[in-house]
């Protein structure tokens, strides 16, 4: 069992134990401080042999689990796990009926992992749901971090042999880029708006995407943790309409605009990293350079804390979206066509032309926030920013 020797020393390594030594008699009699250590002059054994071999895997008792899924604590072999989460997307797609035998799905790809993942699961389930799929890729203008990302989609559809299609903001919105905007509202002390222009118009663009290849349902990648952050963020800011918009597993494509879905939103993001790892996925995994300073980092750290306690928190804000039920005073309108581009709207102008129309008069803040004061003012319009060659090009069939 080996020895001990009494020191008051400071520890120095994780084989001093720290005692706590009330303040007695007896300590004050022997002098001692309030703390003693005591050393031990040989390393315990191990607890238990590290060649342990892992449990078998629970579903098909041959394999060796590699892994325990975070949603249940079953232990899982790689192949196993795979099989089972893609019947689970597949079991979304049907219970919730989003995408009908014969339709043309655009899917939204970034290169990441959410967008790999949910292109490489929707391959293997097209022969049973009847799809055909094309890829839709938005090339936002982000120097040094686009260019990477839409590298991997490339080489995603020439091995999956699936046509892609690429649209660019520059050529969409008369030359802005995010660069371009990012410059735009950096003195304005907006700086984490960027992400607030980006997912407009990215949403913008991916519909126009969608349109150009003849899609007619568009699927993106958002997974459990991401709808569990934006139902945070609603929650944070006090947005009820949006709240009231965000249940549900898509939209079903009122006012002209196509129906959308996410196959994925009931699947943790570790799951999706699992998925994409045992699949051998080539995908890109840095972080958008203008990602910091969004409001959703808050959202996302403040989800992890509350899922450390809770581990259900995740689908427990996934599925309270679905069940949340608003008083009639506080329901938005319904939408209604926007009076510039004829896209959905909830005011007169939507948010894509509002945002646009700030960024043409130099005054980036005009669509940011509930009010959009001011968008009915005059003002001198700034010069659209140089577009730059379009860069929408198809990838053939392979």
């Known amino acids: 069992m080996g020895t001990w020797e009494l020191s008051a020393g400071r520890p120095q390594s994780l084989l001093e ?52 899924r975070p949603r249940s604590g079953q232990a899982l072999c790689g192949a196993c796990f795979c ?50 799929l094309h890829l839709v890729a938005v090339d936002e203008g982000i120097g040094g971090y686009r260019d990477a990302a839409l590298a ?23 030359g802005w880029t995010m660069d371009a905007v990012a410059r735009s509202t950096a003195g304005s002390g ?14 913008r663009a991916l519909e126009e995407g969608a349109r150009l ?27 009820a309409g949006r709240l009231a918009r965000g249940g549900g597993l898509g939209s079903p494509g009122e006012g002209g605009a196509l129906p959308r879905c996410r196959p994925l939103q009931l699947a943790s993001q570790k799951e999706v990293v699992l998925y994409a790892h045992f699949r051998r996925l080539d995908y890109f995994s840095e972080e958008c350079v203008y990602a910091p300073e969004a409001f959703r980092g808050h959202a996302r750290d403040l989800l992890k804390m509350l899922e ?8 427990d804000l996934v599925h309270s979206a679905e069940r949340l039920a608003l008083a009639p005073t506080a329901r938005p309108p319904p939408p209604g066509a926007c009076s510039r581009c004829g896209a959905l709207a909830s005011r007169a102008l939507c948010q ?22 001011g968008l009915d003012e005059e003002g001198p319009p700034r010069e659209p920013q140089p577009s730059r060659p379009p860069t929408s090009e198809p990838v053939p069939d392979f």
């Open 308 to 315: 450390a306690a809770r581990p259900s928190a995740v689908l």
């Open 83 to 132: 099989a089972a989460f893609e019947a689970e997307v597949l079991h979304t797609v049907v219970a919730g009926r989003l995408l009908p035998p014969g339709a043309v799905v655009a899917v939204g790809a970034s290169g990441g992992k959410d967008s790999t993942v949910l292109a490489h699961v929707l391959r293997e389930l097209a022969p049973r749901l009847g799809i055909s």
């Open 190 to 203: 907006r700086s984490r708006a960027c992400c607030t222009f980006c997912g407009v118009l990215r949403r």
């Open 17 to 68: 134990v720290v005692v706590l030594l009330p303040a007695s008699a007896l300590s004050r009699s022997l002098d001692l401080p309030a703390w003693v250590l005591f050393r031990r002059s040989r390393p315990l054994p191990p607890l238990q042999d590290p060649t342990m071999p892992a449990p078998q895997c629970a579903s098909c008792h041959k394999a060796r689990a590699a892994l325990r």
């Open 213 to 239: 290849v003849g899609a007619t349902h568009v699927v993106t990648g958002h997974n459990a943790d991401d709808m569990a952050e934006t139902v945070l963020m609603n929650f944070l800011r006090g947005d």
């Open 152 to 174: 991997a989609v490339r080489r995603q559809a020439a091995r999956w042999e699936l046509p892609l299609t690429v649209v660019a903001y520059a050529d969409l919105f008369g």
């Open 352 to 373: 894509a032309c509002a945002l646009l129309d700030g960024l043409n008069r130099g005054r980036p803040r005009l669509a940011i926030g509930k009010g959009r004061r």
